[in-house]
């Protein structure tokens, strides 16, 4: 307590050193580290005093760390080859149906420009973009919906989402373009 948490020198773990690939997000779940790269995903178990690598998985890493959710129980994420779920014991792209065909008919899911997030009270996932585009994935009906309209205005960046006290997702938005003026949303 109330110190920095520090790694021994024998208590650590090389997961693909040299790859090559630029570690983007790491994000935790329970006993599991995931380590995102640009091109795969390690997912790593810490349950023991020895941690092993779980889990490789090409074409499932991040390009943009603010392209990973994490959430209470699982974490969310995109790229441009899909939108992915893990729940600690099985990883599922929620942007295939059943016969395993895309449920989108172009990847209108990815841009390096958008944010994911997330309503716990709703249980409903949101990816965004700036060109005031949303999808929204419910994970009690495991169903996607595709809107047009958010409260974005005009085509200015604007922040990852954030969960205020209220429960509702919020962001900031540049509202000039010379990025001095932001607002509230």
Do not use: M
């Amino acid at each position: 307590p109330n110190q920095f948490d520090y790694f021994e020198e024998n208590g650590f773990i090389d997961v693909e050193i040299e790859d090559g690939d630029d570690i983007v997000r790491l994000a935790s779940l329970g006993q599991k580290l995931l380590e995102f790269k640009k091109r795969v995903l390690y997912i790593i178990n810490v349950s023991r005093n020895i941690e092993y690598l779980e889990g490789t998985y090409n074409f499932k890493g991040c390009e943009k760390d603010y392209h990973v959710y994490e959430g209470e129980g699982f974490i969310a994420w995109f790229n441009k080859n899909g939108v992915f779920f893990y729940d600690g014991q099985q990883l599922t792209d929620i942007a295939l149906n059943e016969s395993g065909q895309s449920i989108f008919a172009n990847n209108s899911f990815y841009n390096d420009n958008h944010v994911i997030g997330y309503l716990p009270k709703t249980k409903e996932l949101f990816i965004a973009n700036k060109d005031n585009t949303i999808l929204k994935y419910d994970l009690k009906s495991q169903s996607w919906t595709e809107g047009n309209a958010f409260g974005v205005t005009g085509s200015r960046a604007f922040t990852n989402f954030v969960l205020n006290n209220n429960e509702s997702l919020t962001y900031y938005q540049q509202i000039d373009a010379s990025g001095e003026k932001i607002e509230f949303r």
